[in-house]
Structure formats: structure tokens, C-alpha cells
């Protein structure tokens, strides 16, 4: 256990230092963006990875929890902690509707009703202008802490914790009941497995953990408009999983962190750094589909 | 003798084939107990509806006395019911104790806050273990199950089966595929479960293990029981000679 | 006339010009799907790139370079849409479907895939093409006939006509020649089909050559109709989806009626609901057939093999 613990104190140590080490306001903002994704990456592949569940759809989870929470806190004054919390439970219950289709399809059914859910989402939100201002935006919303290195902090932090938890649980035996599932959803239930109940858990668990990734988002930006929870959306926190190594804990951290940093350092190429998310995606996808966290072992067993 | 499992009249067809026709079986408490017939007599299918991944189109189905019809196959283990499968259905990508461990799902009663809060692997580490040893797979335990050899596999997935503590396992033709040092080996394995107290069910083709094993049989042919009895019973039994086309049972 | 039925065969126009469109994006979907057991995510951004090659053919290169009329501009930008989606399907056949196929692996990496290829199209059109919506106008558009009280444009009658040729000829295609019998036989059974001389690694990649090309002049048409940003994909794959899977996965007759369907379904719902809601509409009834019926109206059931 004590490398673990010498692992989470080079976490936090690395996540104190890192706002000063970017001092500048811009980088400080990519730390906070980095940390979100982290959360992002973390609750896809538990429904993802560890479930083995196609869904295409977390980014309206994302969407629920940043709307939800902004609504709470401009249109009926909550306290941000106490919005937040309603709005990571609302994005849990939504996750638990998605998790009924995930019942009863599988594969390329189900990757396309999460598509479908997601879109509806999104047009919700669109649509719903007297509620969500919809094409129009929210404006003028603040982060719960003025610093953005303070906002990084929360969110790091909570970032963190969220890894521990985790981890703890993927390590229980309820991550052997879920990756049962992933490996062989019918002699899983010859265990006496309740596919249902679990697979619920994981897309409301997935889905909580987005939506909280998302009350932290319009504080961040300062306005709040649908297009930044569509599909694309969906697809580049898939890649994040994918490209860091879907099915591992610390493979999702890295994806996120590395398909943060990357566009950043590509600012040269003007937009067309964007495109680094579909090409590390195809890249990892045909030749190393463990992502990096492959990449990594297989270095160590080539050096030992 | 008391017989746990009992059905009455069990019916199912898929989409006009009738795969079971009007099958009636009291499988007796703590015996060993084989299920043959040619192919495509209906055994498989049998064994799908007693463990419950499908569900009969008429018939009584009860177990200990509770009654099994329209129960889902994941509460039927915890009746103590467990099975293996025809086609091995193992998980692949995770080791053979993580295997194993997924087995004693049914019995992980910590509460959530201690899997949250603690992460522990939970109480049945050394039990698992165990049964690995059991079925000779013990110094392989931290091996990725999909690199096992077939025969291999197949223990793998009775070790798995076992650990959901079973007081009625039942085995989809576990010697296919077997050589015949594996299928010896499956043999005492079966005896000791027995020993143990449980009742085996086993679908098999194998003869041998049938006529060395099993203190029961049913013969079962075109989806219809054709004849009961113990193992020297049918062999002599006229009828089912000829269900087989003289091939395994020339006497 | 009456007004009623007037607004009725007129909206039914409407739907039908629309669906002719959905059926020639879904069309492709199920063809690929059908020969391989995969989808093809980037699908839709084919269609996109098509709609993206059009517009700069027909506005730039053909007026201003060729000097041609704008129908005869609008016209050759169809041909040049039909290529670039031709050669779209043809590279990524070669850079994923080939040799992840070569490799043998589940159905799950290749779809990953097509979803980095379509992430890859959607922002090198950002890049390249900003994310304004672009104003394509169809020079056919603006031709209208007029039948009583109902109104065809020409471009509806290009779309349609386009549509029922590009339909029927596939289908005399995949019935009728040697070559659309072998990508049948290669979509039942491939390992059979390879066994009886057809090289099924040729067939395939002529069917996502032409599901691809079909992609792409379906862009063509498209232009004028859609709000055309570079990731009007991202929205019109979920629907070319909802109509595979209304239809039937590989199932070429039930997704040219559930295209139809889907149009026509929105030429009615545009009146009273209004664009974003349509889209509401089309997926509301995607999930519920998924729920309900998800091999389609018209498929068989397989049962699972334990």
C-alpha cells in the first residue's frame, strides 16, 4: 500500500506546484480545463472501460451539470455547493435513464441510442430557451473562487479524490462484478450478477461524476451555451479514455492531460491542431489500442 | 430420496422447432446425475431452462420448493444454483483468481462504504485460492485467463462456477474437447463435488464419464424424454441403442 | 383545389424530396454495415465533405475558372462531390477498415475509429472552413414549376430524379450483376464467399468506394437544404442512423422506406414545431424503436446462441 501512498503524495505535490510552475493566467486556465477533463476521462471509462458499455452520450451529462447548476444559482439564487450538489444529482438520475437502454442493447445499438441521447440533450437545451437562453447563452457567471489558481486547486482536488474513490472501488469486488460484466454479460449472470442493477450503477456513477465535471465549467468560461456539450464533445473525452489506455485508472488521467496540453503546444499550427484528437484517436485505435499505458509497460518489459 | 429439482411438462420452441417437448425430470438430491442424447435432442436447451436464461413456454419448474418459473437466472443463483457452459465463457482479459473472485459476487456482503472508503478486495481471497487448487490451476492463479489451454479453461470455469457455493451445479458437456488425462481428471473432480454434498447435473456426449459417473441418467431424444434410469439400465435399454444408431453403446 | 389537400400533397412533396435525400446518406451506412458488420462513423462527414467539395466547385472553380453557366456549375459540382467521396471511402478502407480487418479484431476498435476519422474531418473543416454557417444556393433552387397550388422547385426535381437513378441503379447492381452478388455474398458469409474465388477484400472496398461516393453527392444535394457548418455530420449521422435502424441494419428495401418515412415526418413537423424540435422528434423515435424493435421493422430476429 505505501506506493500508493507515495503516489498520491506526488499528485498532490504535483498539483500544488503546477500553477506556479504555468504562472501565466492562460496556462492557469489550461490547468483548470486539464483538471475538468481529468473528471471527464475518469467517468467515462468506468462505463466505458471498466463496464465495457458503449456510451457515446456522456457529454449531456457534462451539459446537465453545468446547466442545472447555473440555472440554481442565476434564476433562483442557490449557493453554488449546494446548486452543484443538485446538479450532480440530476446528471446521476439522467445516467440511471440511459443505463435502461444499455439493459436491454448492446454494441452498435447501444453506442447509437447514447448518440441519440445526447443529441436530444443538446437540443433540449437548445430548444428550451426559457429555461437554458438557449443559442443566446448565460452570461456573466462567476467561479466559486475568484483565483483561477483557486479554481484549479478545487478541481484538481476533487479530481483527485474522485481517483481515489475510484480506485478503491475498482479494486472491490465491485469492480470484479463490473469488468464481469464487460468480459461475458451471460456467465456473469450464471454468477448471479444482476447485469441491471450494476450496469445502472455504473452510468449514474459515470453520469454523476460528469455532471460535477460540469458545474465547474461556466464558472470557468463566464457564459454558458449548448454547443459545448455535443457530440464532438462526446468524442473527444473517448479519445482522452482511449488514447491514455481505456480499462486502467491512471490511463484516462493521462489521456486527459495529454489531449489538453498537446493543442496547446501545437498553437503554431493555427487550427488544424484541433485535428490532433481524431488522428491520436485513429493512431492509438490501429496500432497500440491499450493507449498509452500499453505503450509504458511494454517500454518497461523492453528495458528489464 | 428427496429430489430438489423437479419439472413437470416443460415445453419450448423457437420460432416453430420445438427443442423441448413435454419433459418431466426429478433430478434426486446429492447424485450425480447425466443428461444424453444425440445432438439436437434438446439437452443443452434443457439446461438453458432449468438454470434460466430461457424461459419455458408451459410448465412447472421448482427447486427446494420454490418455484423457478419467470425467475431470472441471476436470482437462481442464489438459490444455489449454478452452472457451466457449453461454449467456454470465461473473462478472458482478467487472471484466474479475478476470475474465481467474480464467482463469490453472491456472498460480498461488506457495505458499500467499506468498498468506497477502504477498497478492500473483499474476504474471499484465500478461498479462492483454494479452489483454483482444486482444479490444479493453483500456481497459475495470477495468469491471464484467455492464455490458458483449452482444457485448462474448462476447470477455470468450474473453479468460477464453484465459488458461488453451489448445492445444485449442472455442467453443459464439460469433457467436450477434453483428452483423456483431462477428462480423468474431470472425473475425480466431479466425485469430490459430489462428496461434498452437491447435486451435479452434467449434459454430456462422453460415454465413459456418463457410464463411470453418473448414478442417473436421462436420455432424452427430438426434444422428448425417451427413457430414465441407471447407467446399466440404458445401456441394455433397446430404445435408446437405436436413438444412438449403435454408435457409443455396442455392447 | 382545397386548401387541406393542397398543403398536404404539397408537404408530401416536400417530405419525399427530403427523404429521397436521408435514403442516400442511410443507403451507404447499411451497405457498409451489411458487408462488414461495422459502422462507419464518419459517414455523415462524408456527406459534409461532399456538400463542402460541391459548394467550392460549383462557386469557384466552375463559374469562375471554367466559365460554365451556373446550372451546368452546379451540375459538375455533383461529379466532383461523387469523387471526393469516392476517394474518402477508399482511404479510410486502406487506413482503418483493411487493416484492422487484416488484424482481426472485435467490432469495437474499428468503430473507435471511424469516430477518430469523423472527430479528424470535423475539425480540419473547422479549420479550414470556420464555423459559420454556409450559404449554399443551388442555382435550381430558384426555378420553380407550379402545378395548381402546388410549387416543385427544380432542384427538388434534380434531387429526386438523382436519388430514384442513384437507388435503382444499385439496386439493378447488387441484383442483378455478377459483382453486386458477390458483395451479397460476401455480406452472408465471408469466409465462403473467399472460398468460391471472390476476393472479398476487393469487394469490400468497392462497397464502401460506392457507399462513400453516394455519401458525397448526397452532400451535393444536401447543401442547399441544410445549415452547413463543418459539423452538420455530427447531427445527420444520429439520423441516417435512426433510419438504418428503423429499416433494418443491412436491410437495403426497409431503409428506403424508413428514409421516406423520416422525410416525410419532417416536412410535416416543420410547420408547427419548428427545426431544433424536428430533430427532437426523429430521435425520440429512434430510441423508442431501439426500445421497442431494435432489428427494425422489417428484419428477422436472431436469437442468441448460448
Redesign the interface.
Known sequence: MTSRRVAIGVAILAIAAAPWLLGTPYWRGILVLGAMNVLLALSLNLVIGYTGQLNLGQSAFFGIGAYVSTILIKTYGWNFWLAGLAAVLAAGLLGLALAAFAVRLRGHYLAIASLGFAVITYQVLLNWEDVTEGVRGIYGILPPVPSTAGLFYVVAGIALAVYLLLDNLIRSPIGDTLRAIREDEVSAASLGINRAVWKAFAFGLGAAIAGLAGVFYPGFVGTLVPDAFGIIESFTMMAMVIVGGMGTMIGPVIGAIVLTFLPELLRGFGELRLMIYGLALMLVVLFMPGGMVQAWNALRRRMS | MTASLRAQGLNKS?GGVRAVQNVSIAVPDNSIFALIGPNGAGK?TLL?LL?G?YQPDSGSLEFAGRDLIGL????R??LGI??T???I??????TLL?NV??????H?D?P?W?????????RFHDEAHELLEFVGLGARAAERAGALPYGRQRML?IA??L??RPRLFMLDEPAAGLNAAEVDFLLKRLEQIWQRGVTVVVVEHNMDLVMNVAQRVFVMDHGEPLFEGTPREVQANAGVVEAYLGGEFAA | MPDLLALVVQQSINGIYLGCLYVMVALGLTLIYGVLNQINFAHADFVTVGAFTAFFTATRFATKVLGLPDTGGYLLSLVAALGAGALLGLAVNAAVFAPLRRRGTDELRPLIATIGVSVLIENGQLALFGPIPYQFDSPLARETLRVGRIFVSAQSLLVMAVSVAAIAALYAFMRFTFIGKALRAVAQDRETAGLMGINPNLVIALTIVIASALAGMAGALLGPVVVLTPFTGATLIVKAFAIVIIGGFGNMEGTIMAGLLVGVIEAFTVQYLGSGLIDLVVFAMLLTMLVVRPTGLIAERKEENV
Open positions: 423457437f443443452s438453458n438454470s436464461i431470472p437466472a441471476h436470482q443463483v442464489r449454478a452452472r457452459f457449453q461454449k465463457r470465461l473473462f478472458k482479459q482478467l479475478e473472485r467474480a464467482g463469490f459476487h453472491i460480498q461488506a458499500f467499506e468498498y468506497l472508503f477502504r477498497g478492500s478486495a473483499g470455469e468460477r462456477a465459488a458461488t
